[in-house]
């Protein structure tokens, strides 16, 4: 016979039952500037910051999801792996790491309008 449980714990287990299924029903895309930053302490993971390896920090993806981010600009693209939380400017949906800018192009501008896909779902393309 299962134990009782209070309404606190009713309602916590039904709120991490509905995360999973929420991270599912995020768009395939998502698009809007990004910009760069080359943290050297730690990241909201706890990992330590490397502005030479390919990271990026983003709102609500869970740590460690692999997403690729397409500068609209030039075409370019980069596959990076989210550590870290941010960006906090209104308007920019994507921070990534100093080397990802480089290869992305737009260090000297500082940021990029990007669209930005999770690596796994890009079977549903968004145009932006």
Do not use: Q
């Not at 606190?8 to 995360?19: E, G, P, R, T």
């Not at 997403?67 to 030039?74: A, S």
């Not at 930005?116 to 549903?124: I, L, N, Q, S």
């Amino acid at each position: 016979m299962p134990f009782p449980l209070s309404r606190a714990a009713a309602f916590v287990l039904a709120l991490m039952s509905a995360l999973p299924a929420a991270a599912e029903r995020a768009e395939a895309a998502e698009c809007g500037r990004a910009s760069w930053y080359a943290l050297t302490g730690r990241t909201a993971s706890g990992m330590r910051a490397d502005p030479t390896g390919f990271y990026a920090a983003h709102r609500t993806l869970p740590f460690g999801t692999r997403i690729r981010v397409e500068n609209l600009h030039n075409g370019r693209v980069v596959e990076v792996r989210v550590n870290d939380r941010g960006p906090f400017v209104r308007g920019r949906i994507v921070d990534v790491t100093k080397a990802a800018a480089a290869k992305l192009g737009f260090i000297s501008a500082g940021t990029a309008p990007v669209r930005v896909t999770v690596v796994g779902r890009e079977t549903a393309a968004k145009s932006c």
